[in-house]
């Protein structure tokens, strides 16, 4: 039986006072007459030797009324009993090692071989054992059968030496789907021939709050299986980590180099806030001072550097584990737009179409020049593939346009501007065929608008919100009508009049977009509208191939090597099989193989995918939850129901572990209720002995002599 | 001329030799036999004394000058020491005495196989029996709470047996009021008398300053005898036992081992303030256990009414 409040057993002490009082009793019936009782006091009852007790039964009853009382204070409960199978009487015992980035802090690791070493020793004769390191993953070290097969004498030596080989890495610690996964390995290796006394889960870990447990929050944990903690802990609590963080979009809107910027994150028990940040290359510039409070995360630009490479490492330094003081950077390559345009307009015409054109795309005014214009008189079909859109304005010339046919079958895009009927020829030319007619729309109103846009399109996406699709704005004084006998046309836009505006033609491997209106002030004030420059921008993006602009990846992530390649590379076709390679920081290579191009990073730093005469650097760090070190609160084993084992927890966990014992102490306590039972009995025995003590004292009164 | 100088009181061991033990005395039932037997026994232990001559102590004497009346000359001291002595205030000597005996129920309280109130009558009876043999009026106060009985100290035939009876008579034994008797003589004694007060004094002490005064102030003289049973003086019982009080029935568990100490602190407390209260009040005290042999406790008696009579003839010359 256990008790509640032991403390309360000590009222039990209390039974001695009826003993007493039973020795002291006077007997009412020795009177003697005096005098006069002027010169005396009533006396206090002391014991002698010659005191006895006269009625046993009394003084029982009283010592046992007591005694109850004292016992249901105590709030009594009996602890569920652990059913003990039947069968040999081995215990399963999995030990679990932690193995992530924050392992290799000071001699953690070598305080988790201790461990390892202790528990290795203790095994007993028929104990099942299995020991594996986990981070993202579980490793075997030793599994089940392996620990059968050794001999008893070799196994601490076998478990320490292959656990010295796996060492701690740099991945992060799922220590939830660690300890589900470890229970499914006991549970696949219990045979039906026996069953083990008890199952336990040894994790010997930091025990950061950097691990994940997400998997154990809807798990329904086994009731035999309990988790017995091992921490390893830290003396230096000071960390710090950096996670790198670049904006492309400085560099985009040409501000320069890509800006680098880095976020470092002060640990919870950390004591220091004062850190310095510089880069790893020689020559750059001095360190830069930082301020982080503990507990807190700051974002900082990176010193400046006198070189602009698209890769880097920034160092932290300041604090005492150095495991996570490195940031790599790999940064994409900015590709500006280019786009080609061929028409017979002059070029500052501001009644044509490409004067428009061209300052929408940044000729003038010190921006990017993003026309490309032909190298000779026309364009080639290798100028055409270089550039990300081929713009036709009417009058483009026949070898225009047959580089242009050639770049779209190659998968490029032409975007036609039908600004009068000669269009069509120019169209069909593109086209290959003869399916276009174009004829002048006879607008009744004194303009057309543009009703249908298809927002859910890539073109008109931008402009889906509600604040930017109102086109209503824009007149169309004059636009082509468009027939087309080609069954594969879409319509991404059509005036108020029902007649196409936008149509978008798919040619072999590339698309010819139809514009039946030009933007210059002859057929409407498109181009006077703030909506025209993001309108042309958003044509020519869904013309190029998608971008990658990702770079930077963590430890254990995989990534697609070929993708990485072909999006960063402006390219769409990759790969023979022994083609694609990675090489690490070490600068050893590996093959990917082409139908299953992921690559699995362990350490961080700068990788390098190669394909033949492409190579693309990126980058892989420390996961950032890594560098949140600080043992986990009280509440960690509480919040996630995971049994702990009595009287083996540290310090810090030990709490939690006794607080959800005394809460399932109480439970058991408030369903037996064996209180009330023993509150009852001592009701029984006071009132029987009420009785007892007035019937004797009847008798003895009636005995009393006269 | 200055009266005889007393002898020097014998040792009261000398005097216990052949007295009756009290217990063998009060076994007899004739309340006046015992008295005359005391008496008796006092005088024989007198005169086995080396003191003789003790009685003409209670006269006052002078040196036969001519003109005396020779009626009074004092020939047996003549024939002692062959000189000529006149009595002077023969009849002066006479006194008027009042025994006033304590009957209330603490009285009745006894260990030695008699009750206080038993030896009060007897020590009463004693002393009626001496005075009225010397010639002394006698007179008697009975009371508890209030005076049960009384007669006016006389000496005539049959007053001696007067008061043997009323001290016979049993009592109803009440409650104990020090100041009843006192006062019954300060409103029906006149004339100045002795009086003898024979109790336990159980009772509180505060309102008899006022009455000693004004005995005092009537020229009466006092005795007190304190008396008290040896249990009550020793309190020397071992067993604890509910104690019961003899006046007001009132119960009190007493472990006699663990109260003695602290009881006789307070009795002695008690006696002494009597005694200071009896002495700034000129008043004799005299504490009597039941213990002791009534002889003994009449010689005391007498002794000390002596020498308060040389003191008051030492005044009176000068």
Known sequence: MNFLAPLFLAGAAVVILPVLFHLIRRSVRRRREFSSLMFLKL???????????????????RCAAIALLALAFARPFLQRPVALPPGT??????????????????????????????????????????????????????????????????????????????????????????????IEIMDEDRGADHAPRERKIVLISDLQEGSKTEALNRYDWPDDVQVLLEPVRARNVNNAGIQPLFDLEEDARG????????????????????????????????????????????????PPRSQTNSIGELLLAGDDSDFDNHAFFATPAIHPLRVALAGAEPPNDPAGLGFYLRRAFGEGGGQPAGIVPPAGVAYSEAELREVDCIFLTGGAGAADLAAARAAVEGGKTAVVVVKDSAAAGALNQLLGRETAAVTEANISSQYAMLAEIQFQHPIFAIFADPRFSDFTKIHFWKH??????????????????????????????????????????????????SKFVPLVHSIVEYTRPPRQTRLMFHVGEAIDIAGLLNTNTNTNAIATAGSLRVRNPQGTEQP??????????????????????????????????????????????????????????????????????????????????????LVLAAIGVLLVETWLGGWLTRRALGNAPA | MSSA???????????????????????????????????????????????????????????????????????????????????????????????????????????????????ARTLAATLAYFLFQQGDAIGLITFD????????????????????????????????DLRVPMRWMLDHVRKRSLFVLISDFFAPLEELAKVFRSLAACGHQVVIFHLLDPEESNFDSHDPVLFQDLESRAELFIDPPVARAAYLERLETHRRKLRDLCQSHAITYQPVTTSQPLEVVLFDFLRLQLSRRKRHVRRTRQ
């Open chain 1, 480 to 529: 082509r009508r468009l027939s087309l006998r080609d069954e594969n046309v879409r319509v991404l836009a059509r005036f108020d009049d029902g007649d196409p505006a936008l149509v978008e033609i798919p040619l072999a491997a590339g698309r010819i977009l139809v514009l039946t209106a030009g933007w210059h002030p002859a057929d409407s004030d498109l181009a006077l509208s």
């Open chain 1, 255 to 302: 501000k320069g180099p890509a800006l680098v910027r880095c976020r470092i994150i002060n640990d919870r028990q950390s004591a220091r806030a004062q850190f310095q940040l510089r880069w790893q290359a020689p020559g750059t510039a001095p360190a830069l001072g930082v301020n982080v409070p503990p507990a807190q995360a700051r974002v900082f630009n990176a």
């Open chain 2, 5 to 119: 100088p007393g002898p020097t009181p014998a040792p009261e061991s000398q005097f216990r030799k052949g007295f009756i033990d009290p217990q063998a005395l009060m076994s007899i039932r004739n309340l006046e036999l015992r008295a005359r037997i005391v008496v008796q026994g006092f005088w024989h232990g007198l005169h086995r004394s080396p003191f003789h001559g003790f009685s003409v102590e209670f006269t006052e004497y002078r040196a036969y000058a001519p003109g005396d009346d020779p009626r009074y000359i004092d020939w047996r001291l003549y024939a002692r020491s062959d000189r000529y002595y006149i009595k002077k205030f023969e009849e002066e000597t006479n006194l008027r005495c009042i025994l006033s005996v304590d009957q209330s129920h603490s009285m009745g309280f006894g260990t030695i196989g008699f009750t206080k109130a038993e030896y």
């Open chain 1, 592 to 677: 990917v193989p082409a139908l299953n191009p992921l690559f699995t990073p362990e350490t961080p730093g700068i990788y390098w995918a190669l394909h033949h005469e492409r190579t693309l650097p990126f980058a892989v760090n420390l996961d950032p939850a890594e560098s949140r070190t600080a043992m986990q609160g009280n509440d960690f084993f509480e919040r996630l129901n995971v049994p702990l084992e009595a009287g083996t927890a540290s310090s810090e966990v030990k709490s939690a572990g006794l607080i959800q014992r005394r809460l399932q102490n109480e439970e058991l306590e408030g369903r037996q209720k064996l209180w009330r039972n």
């Open chain 1, 43 to 61: 006396s206090p009852p002391r014991l002698v030797r010659r005191n006895r007790i006269e009625h046993w039964l009394l003084l029982l009853l």
């Open chain 1, 89 to 182: 009487g081995a215990r399963q015992l999995v030990l679990l090692v932690d193995r992530s980035a924050s392992m290799r802090r000071e001699r953690l690791w070598d305080d988790a071989l201790g461990h390892l070493r202790r528990w290795a020793q203790q095994a007993g004769p028929n104990d099942q054992i299995a020991v594996y390191a986990f981070d993202r993953a579980l490793k075997p070290i030793v599994t089940f059968n392996q620990w059968t097969e050794l001999a008893a004498g070799g196994r601490v030596q076998t478990v320490l030496e292959r656990a010295g080989q796996i060492g701690p890495g740099w991945d992060i610690s799922d220590t939830g789907r660690a300890l589900i996964r470890a």
């Open chain 2, 145 to 176: 709470d209030a005076v049960r009985d009384f007669l006016p100290p006389r000496h005539r035939r049959g007053q001696l047996r007067h008061v043997i009876l009323r001290l016979e008579a049993p009592s109803e034994g009440k409650a104990t």
